[in-house]
């Protein structure tokens, strides 16, 4: 679970920007909050307001990048740079990341600090009794390599030593097999945030949501009674019924959204 994430030199945002998802303790514990077993309650979801080209999807964006740099980044190729943008005017300082989250009954942080060339520093820490790195990754300038510390990560450090410019080792190491980085690189995150900007709509995903709704009767009325709230010229949605024509003797169904005006 998502506890809070800081990011600075990036994009929009020169000075370091934190999204806090932690509670106080005098709030009434209701169904939109969880709360850890050492008592911290953290919010499940977060509304961020502005105007247009204030950078709301911005501030977004570096969960998008951290997930896809923690799971993917691996299987880029060795001179491809890393698609991470800092501030306009201050391209030569990294862009720096942190992240806090609750997995598997403990306390973690990432931190990873990098240029479009390559990482300057990666770290991971869990929370026993205090936050102990699991690694430290950082770059030598004299020596032109990477020092690597471990502590039970279990990533040989031979191979740990091989790690490209431009891949985190979480990535590098889930190709090995190594069990916590294989658990990190396969979390999953759902997103329409790329590095990008806001991806355009997954048709797949529309229909999946359809067939969902369409064996949900009450889900679909509060769908519909919603988006007929969000100003989009809606007073409803219907879902449509079809038959795959590739496959009619299957009689497999789908359905397909349409508005009603």
Same mark, same amino acid.
Request: glycine share 6%; with cysteine.
């Given at each position: ?165 431009? $891949?985190? @080792?979480? %990535? ?9 980085? /294989? +658990?990190? &690189? *396969? ?17 797949? $995903?529309? @229909?999946? %949501? ?9 889900? /679909? +009325?509060? &769908? *519909? ?37």
């Amino acid at each position: 679970m998502l506890i809070s994430y800081a990011f600075s030199n990036f994009q929009s945002f020169y000075e370091r920007t934190e999204v806090d998802l932690t509670v106080g303790r005098k709030s009434t514990l209701t169904h939109w909050m969880t709360e850890l077993p050492h008592g911290e309650r953290i919010s499940k979801l977060v509304a961020v307001i502005g105007a247009n080209g204030s950078g709301k999807t911005t501030l977004l964006k570096p969960l998008a990048f951290l997930h896809w740099f923690i799971s993917e980044s691996f299987k880029e190729s060795p001179i491809n740079t890393i698609p991470v943008h800092s501030f306009v005017g201050n391209a030569s300082m990294p862009t720096e990341f942190e992240i806090h989250f609750f997995l598997d009954d403990h306390l973690w942080r990432y931190e990873l600090s990098c240029t479009r060339d390559q990482v300057a520093h990666e770290a991971l820490y869990k929370k026993v009794e205090r936050f102990n790195y699991v690694f430290k990754r950082d770059w030598d300038r004299k020596k032109k390599r990477y020092n690597i510390k471990q502590q039970d990560f279990g990533f040989v450090q031979s191979e740990a030593e091989k790690v490209r410019g431009n $891949a985190s @080792l979480i %990535a590098t190491a889930a190709q090995y097999n190594v069990p916590l980085a /294989l +658990r990190l &690189a *396969s979390l999953l995150v759902t997103t329409n945030i790329t590095i990008g900007g806001r991806a355009p709509i997954e048709m797949g $995903a529309v @229909l999946e %949501a359809a067939q969902y709704l369409a064996a949900n009767e009450k889900q /679909l +009325r509060t &769908a *519909s009674k919603i988006l007929a709230t969000w100003d989009l010229g809606l007073s409803g949605i219907r879902l449509e019924k079809f038959i795959e024509q590739k496959d009619p003797e299957n009689n497999k169904p789908f359905w397909i959204p349409m508005g009603v005006h």
